[in-house]
């Protein structure tokens, strides 16, 4: 019996050993891809400026099959189990009153920029509106939600899993070079990571993710955005 109990709490320990390993070996994982690895895109955005969206669909397909071939994934939770209509009224209440803030701010203290895109261009506008949805807040969404959140799950906290995906996609973000485009990613960020764990729907974060772009651009903060901006 106490041969037993021995050889018990020694498996025990060998798993609470492995197990420590492991969250080890992610947290290193995640402080690489997902904040040096912006990091090191910064030093390098001047040769890299108008790849990203091919940069962005690649790393994407990765994690896809990463998810796939690891079965880490439910892709059963891709459509959301609740009606679409009850998101996209929780997604409106959220986005009203911050859209409006943001639209009075960009209109007296980047008078310059307000609504240059859709005036200037209306046809890069349409392309832009139907474009980026499934070519840049997609493959975004796939990454930092999708993969970010299924592989470190076991690492950190829910509320520092939140914190981490805010902030390394600020962090992403600092490719252009400019304030204003982290700061909008990083508190961005932290919110489609609430709305990810409330839904559990790549669907519906990709959605707002793609309401909140295709307003930015349209507003005027979109030059922020765009890697014409790099210097």
Request: glycine content about 6%; overall charge positive.
């Amino acid at each position: 019996m106490n041969e037993s109990i021995k050889s018990a709490s020694i498996l025990q320990q060998f798993r609470l050993f492995v197990f420590e390993q492991k969250k080890m070996f992610l947290s290193i994982e995640c402080l690489l891809f997902f904040f040096i690895f912006p990091l090191l895109m910064y030093l390098f955005r001047r040769s890299l400026a108008f790849k990203l969206i091919p940069i962005l669909v690649l790393l994407s397909v990765g994690c896809v099959i990463y998810l796939s071939q690891c079965n880490y994934f439910d892709w059963n939770l891709l459509w959301p189990k609740d009606k679409l209509y009850g998101h996209i009224k929780r997604m409106l209440i959220t986005f009203i009153p911050i859209a409006l803030v943001i639209t009075v701010f960009t209109f007296i203290f980047l008078k310059n920029r307000f609504l240059v895109f859709p005036i200037s261009g209306p046809g890069s506008c349409l392309n832009f509106i139907l474009i980026y949805p499934i070519l840049s807040a997609l493959p975004q969404e796939i990454i930092y939600k999708s993969f970010f959140f299924k592989r470190y799950s076991s690492v950190f906290s829910i509320d520092t899993l939140i914190f981490l995906n805010g902030l390394s996609f600020g962090l992403a973000h600092l490719w252009y070079a400019n304030m204003i485009a982290p700061i909008i990613s990083m508190l961005g960020g932290i919110m489609l990571a609430y709305r990810y764990l409330h839904t559990k729907s790549l669907i519906i974060v990709s959605i707002e993710h793609s309401l909140w772009g295709i307003f930015l651009y349209f507003v005027g903060l979109g030059w922020y955005f765009y890697s014409g901006c790099i210097q």
